[in-house]
């Protein structure tokens, strides 16, 4: 299956500790996103790259977060000294530019419960 | 700035039409976009539409599109009991990179 895949899909940690989520996008695909859905949400535009480079955050992303996409293949997404505020689903999609319609292909996302 | 708002939930009878309605901001949006999520599954594009159109028909599926009031709406006909989910809508905010999506609408068929 060539689809994007993300890894862990389920995370349990305390409250402090850090996690590290991993996204490998389509491989043909130069664009990569993260975001974040809360139950009863929509996804929430978190960070996207294209290639290696991270062209946009949001301002809500904190800087206990960070994300690396270092050979513009598969993405990281760390987040540091978490709190229960971060308890959501981490999704990841890809996508490719100059593709006509633009759509995000995604993930099934990463749960995290922060204890 | 950037906002969707979606009604949050629907429930029809099996057999009957599902309407879905979506309004959103961005003017510039090349492209207007239904994402559904399954329990348990990702995200997937269900159907899109092009900013100058005003109607797609994708068999049972028809997006209609009124960039004046920017109002979206997905209707379902014949509605089935597997078509039960959140359907999200999204527009391609600031012409391209990232979707924002809307809260989603929570869809119910009962038979």
């Known amino acids: 299956d060539t689809g994007v895949s993300q890894d862990p899909r389920h995370k349990i940690t305390k409250r402090g500790q850090n996690v590290t989520f991993r996204c490998d996008p389509i491989s043909e695909h130069n664009r990569l996103y993260w975001y974040r859905q809360t139950l009863g949400q929509g996804p929430e535009f978190l960070t996207y790259?294209?290639?290696?480079?991270?062209?946009?955050k949001s301002r809500l992303l904190s800087d206990r977060f960070s994300a690396e996409r270092p050979k513009g293949s598969f993405s990281t997404l760390e987040i540091q000294r978490t709190e229960q505020g971060d308890s959501a689903m981490y999704l990841c999609?890809?996508?490719?530019?100059?593709?006509?319609?633009?759509?995000?292909?995604f993930g099934e996302g990463s749960r995290l419960t922060v204890l | 700035g950037e906002d969707v708002e979606q009604s949050l939930f629907l429930s029809v009878r099996e057999g009957d039409s599902s309407v879905i309605n979506c309004t959103y901001t961005d003017s510039s949006s090349t492209y207007l976009y239904w994402y559904k999520q399954e329990p348990g599954a990702g995200l997937q594009l269900l159907t899109y539409?092009?900013?100058?159109?005003d109607m797609k028909q994708d068999q049972r599926l028809t997006v209609l599109l009124n960039k004046k009031d920017k109002h979206l709406s997905l209707r379902i006909a014949d509605t089935q009991t597997g078509d039960s989910a959140i359907y999200f809508c999204a527009e391609s905010y600031n012409q391209g990179g990232k979707l924002i999506f809307g809260q989603g609408t929570e869809l119910s068929v009962k038979p």
């Open positions: 790259f294209q290639n290696e480079a991270q062209l946009e």
């Open positions: 539409i092009f900013s100058n159109m």
């Open positions: 999609a890809s996508s490719l530019v100059g593709r006509v319609t633009g759509e995000l292909f």
